[in-house]
């Protein structure tokens, strides 16, 4: 049975994951934050966005084949010190507000779908960006609490209140060189080592706009240049270098096509080199990682795609059977299938002992853009099939 709340209003969870769905007639992004008990994120890293969609119990999910953006918690996995994860919405048109468009949030058993909660608040005037829900813990459990407080400054304003270093002005200019001293300084003991402080997190979509794109693990890019699709036809190489010792590591590359469901739709590997009538293409396998360059590609179509795909997830495996840890400089890269330019490149610089690794997924936003992201995480898997549920659950 759906509870419905009212603005400071709450519901225990029947579900130790939920996902947390907010729509609204205008385009929204959505975020989560990790809170302690003292109502601010330990670091950076506790900010959930579309910058950064994966953190300790908590990811983010871009909105794609009609499913919304949202925010999945995940209670049993959340760390120590944890005590509450707030969901936010910000406008993504950064004139408008929050007036007469009132976002909904619909709260559902990640792992069921079903819905347990939903909730819409009273009346927004000025607003262009809202505290929507907390999930929280209290006696042990876990509930949900229906928030509905807005902010007039946007997202930055929801990240700065609770402690996220937000930095989206322009590096100053260097500080000019200083002449040097007349005289010798006195010696003084060394500096104790000091920690730099984490990087500010950026509230600026990541674009083709400045050229080519290094990824790190869990960041993305949008595949837009100047506000629109900047091409219909792009190529995953992926790149690895063979064992030493004469032994020779057979790396396969595929691509899983899932729906809105995150079922498998198809798989482009060695097995079968062509799906969607040529849509996605393998360029075959290559049994050892010799030569120069891409090792194997997989070219996509992105306009001759079927309506019901909405994610493609790249992975790798090691069909010969030795780990990654056996691997050198192993990468992945997305090309311009016309020109051949690299746009993006996420190299991978560290492995673990395992057979399989996802690389990076393609997500088609409710807009139509293809969003990328690296992602480099391990599993114990041979061969495509056995990739399909894992690389499901990271869509």
């Known amino acids: 049975m759906t509870t419905v709340l009212t603005q400071g209003g709450n519901a225990p969870l029947a579900s130790a994951r939920v996902t947390v769905e907010v729509t609204a007639p205008k385009a929204l992004d959505v975020s989560g934050l990790l809170l302690t008990e003292a109502g601010k994120v330990r670091s950076d890293a506790d900010f959930v966005f579309f910058n950064a969609p994966n953190g300790p119990g908590v990811t983010h999910r871009p909105a794609a084949g009609g499913a919304p953006d949202a925010i999945t918690v995940d209670t049993g996995a959340l760390p120590a010190g944890i005590e509450k994860v707030v969901v936010t919405a910000s406008l993504d048109d950064a004139g408008a507000t929050f007036a007469g468009t009132e976002p909904t949030a619909t709260i559902r058993n990640a792992d069921t779908g079903e819905v347990l909660v939903t909730f819409t608040p009273p009346r927004l005037t000025r607003e262009t960006a809202l505290v929507v829900v907390e999930v929280y813990r209290r006696g042990g459990a876990w509930k949900v609490r229906a928030v509905g407080q807005g902010y007039a400054d946007g997202l930055a304003g929801i990240a700065t209140d609770f402690g996220v270093t937000v930095d989206d002005s ?83 590359a595929s691509c899983i096509a899932f729906d809105a469901q995150r079922n498998k739709v198809e798989t482009a590997w060695f097995m079968k080199l062509s799906v969607f009538n040529g849509a996605i293409a393998h360029s075959g396998d290559n049994l050892t990682g010799e030569g120069a360059g891409d090792d194997e590609a997989i070219t996509v179509h992105l306009d001759g795609l079927p309506a019901e795909v909405c994610g493609l997830v790249f992975v790798v495996n090691s069909f010969s059977g030795q780990k990654f840890t056996d691997v050198k400089n192993a990468y992945c890269r997305l090309l311009d299938a016309g020109s051949g330019q690299e746009l993006v490149r996420f190299d991978l610089t560290t492995s673990e002992p395992s057979t399989g690794v996802v690389m990076c997924k393609l997500v088609r936003q409710y807009s139509g853009e293809w969003v990328m992201t690296a992602i480099g995480e391990y599993v114990n898997a041979k061969t495509a099939r056995a990739m399909v549920k894992p690389a499901g659950a990271m869509l």
């Open 170 to 252: 322009p590096a100053p200019p260097p500080a000019p060189p200083q002449s040097a001293p007349t005289q010798a300084a006195p010696t003084k003991a060394p500096p104790k080592p000091v920690t730099p402080p984490a990087v500010p997190a950026s509230l600026t979509k990541v674009t083709l706009d400045k050229g080519r794109v290094s990824l790190t693990k869990g960041g993305s890019v949008s595949l837009e240049k100047n506000g629109k699709p900047f091409l219909a036809a792009v190529r995953m190489g992926l790149g690895w270098e063979p064992a030493g010792r004469g032994r020779n590591i057979d790396l396969d």
